[in-house]
């Protein structure tokens, strides 16, 4: 763990204020944006430090894959979209994470590239968000 990390931290109030933690799954945690423009979008980040992929070993990347991977489909069991658009950036948050982002046809974004922060976020009820998660760790088993 990194000290001053925003997905290190136990609480890192920046991260707070924009997400909401899931669970943690094999080798990530998954957690869930409070910008809902695209419904049901997440993040994954590596449970460890590490900066690039290739940095985990056979098990770790292979087990971050895995949690990817149904983290991913439980978004598109729970709220059906067109598309799933997988996004691993980092360069001013250097952890390796996954952004998970729905997209709808017809829906904001569609056919595009998918953007980090919005102008006007579509921020939910707290109760809506808990669903979510609900929803999210019963189909994950988390």
């Not at 049901?40 to 949690?67: I, P, T, W």
């Not at 729970?78 to 799933?84: R, V």
Request: hydrophobic share 35%.
């Amino acid at each position: 763990m990194a000290t001053g990390c925003f997905y290190c931290a136990e609480h890192d109030e920046r991260r707070e204020a924009i997400m909401l933690k899931v669970g943690t799954m094999k080798a990530g945690t998954l957690y869930l944006f409070k910008d809902q423009s695209h419904k049901g979008r997440c993040v994954l980040a590596l449970n460890s430090h590490k900066k690039e992929l290739y940095e985990c070993d056979a098990q770790e990347r292979n087990d971050f894959m895995e949690d990817l991977a149904r983290a991913s489909e439980a978004v598109k069991k729970l709220w059906g979209c067109t598309k799933l658009n997988l996004g691993s950036f980092g360069d001013t948050n250097p952890h390796l994470h996954f952004h998970i982002v729905p997209k709808y046809e017809g829906g904001f974004e569609f056919g595009g590239s998918f953007t980090i922060t919005r102008d006007t976020p579509v921020h939910l009820e707290p109760e809506a968000y808990q669903e979510m998660i609900a929803q999210l760790q019963k189909e994950l088993g988390l």
